[in-house]
């Protein structure tokens, strides 16, 4: 079941719908338009790049911010994905040698031959980190250029660079190297869509407007229906009832994640599953989840916990409206401090003007515990 309902990438036929802004997606990296994908937590942002690069068949460099504890390792590990990828692109062991001395000999490139068929080329990082990596992905673009091949960077969980970058000085080099790209599209990503709104839409930062902003929905429910009435038909030779649909997409709201959970489990049984059946199934995913979902909830304060508890079950356009205070049972000022905290773990969103949790997991988890 885990290759129809995949808990972690939607790869290959796991992946459905999302045809147009994979349409969009692929059309924005084969004309250079740098992007920045914007949406909650497990909405599928990675499986959608993932798919598309696949689809199109893009070389690229993928680069985990979470991954990087200061510049000059964001420089080195961009360094070893610009030597991999130079090997990957290359068609011959002369051509990865041309390029290497031609395109990166400030980097004083060394290749080094393996087993039968594998190069490895390391290149030495500049003194000044910054500077080091726009030069090496100015170089990167222009090799792209010249063997007419189009390249793509993608930036994930890009919102971390602020961790590392507090001077702005490394996002001013990427979007020096992103502006003057020819062959290289960028792409950025990342699983806390407040902050990184803050990075490409706030005026005083180096990365402002330098990117397409995408934003991605939830799955429509017909493409759901569609999808699951297929896999229904192969496994149980009928499709799913109405009312089971109807307790699917209750309990996971139309999270791709949490219908590829439940639906994972379902499929496991070999009779086709009843209303009671999809509500036991997402209780025991739940209790399943409750460590990962109480860690969460530990790392709030009893305040930010009362609220966000509360707007599990009551979105709200008015947070600071004395009747919102009241039924919650906190203080204004002490929902104004609060709140913040909330939007920026993206525990609670705002859209289109009302505030609200959107993970239904947290819903359930507070009505059983």
């Keep these: 079941m885990s290759t129809i309902f995949p808990i972690g990438l939607a790869l290959g036929e796991a992946f459905y719908d999302r045809v147009q802004e994979r349409q969009t997606l692929q059309n924005h990296i084969q004309h250079g338009i740098h992007t920045v994908l914007i949406a909650p937590r497990r909405f599928g942002k990675t499986s959608l790049i993932k798919k598309v690069l696949d689809d199109t068949e893009t070389p690229h460099i993928w680069l985990d911010f979470m991954t990087l504890t200061s510049k000059t ?62 030069t090496a992905l100015l ?54 869509h407040q902050p990184l709104r803050r990075l490409f839409n706030g005026k005083q930062n180096p990365l402002y407007q330098l990117c397409e902003q995408m934003t991605l929905e939830r799955i429509a429910q017909a493409d759901y229906v569609s999808y699951l009435t297929v896999e229904a038909k192969k496994k149980w030779k009928h499709p799913l009832s109405d009312t089971v649909l109807a307790r699917i997409f209750f309990h996971t709201d139309y999270y791709p994640k949490y219908v590829n959970a439940l639906c994972a489990k379902l499929w496991f049984h070999t009779q086709a599953p009843t209303p009671e059946v999809v509500d036991a199934c997402w209780q025991s995913y739940i209790f399943a989840r409750k460590a990962d979902i109480a860690e969460e909830l530990n790392n709030l304060t009893l305040n930010q916990r009362k609220l966000f508890r509360y707007m599990t079950t009551h979105p709200t356009d008015t947070p600071f409206g004395h009747a919102f205070s009241s039924d919650v049972g906190l203080s204004v000022s002490t929902i104004q401090t609060a709140l913040p905290v909330l939007l920026e773990k993206d525990l609670v969103v705002a859209l289109e003007g009302s505030y609200r949790v959107l993970d239904p997991t947290f819903k359930y988890y507070f009505q059983i515990f």
């Design 139 to 192: 170089k990167l673009d222009q090799l792209a250029q010249d063997a007419g091949i189009r390249l793509a960077i993608i930036c994930d969980e890009f919102q971390e660079i602020m961790q590392i970058d507090q001077d702005a000085t490394l996002q001013a080099s990427i979007r020096h190297a992103a502006e003057r790209a020819q062959a290289i599209t960028y792409l950025f990503s990342g699983s806390k």
């Design 73 to 134: 390792e964001a420089q080195a590990r961009f360094l070893v994905h610009i030597g991999d990828l130079i090997v990957t692109i290359a068609k011959t062991e002369k051509q990865v040698k041309q390029w290497a001395k031609k395109y990166f000999a400030l980097f004083k490139p060394e290749i080094s031959i393996g087993i039968p068929g594998f190069l490895k080329i390391t290149l030495k990082p500049e003194h000044i980190p910054h500077e080091g990596l726009a």
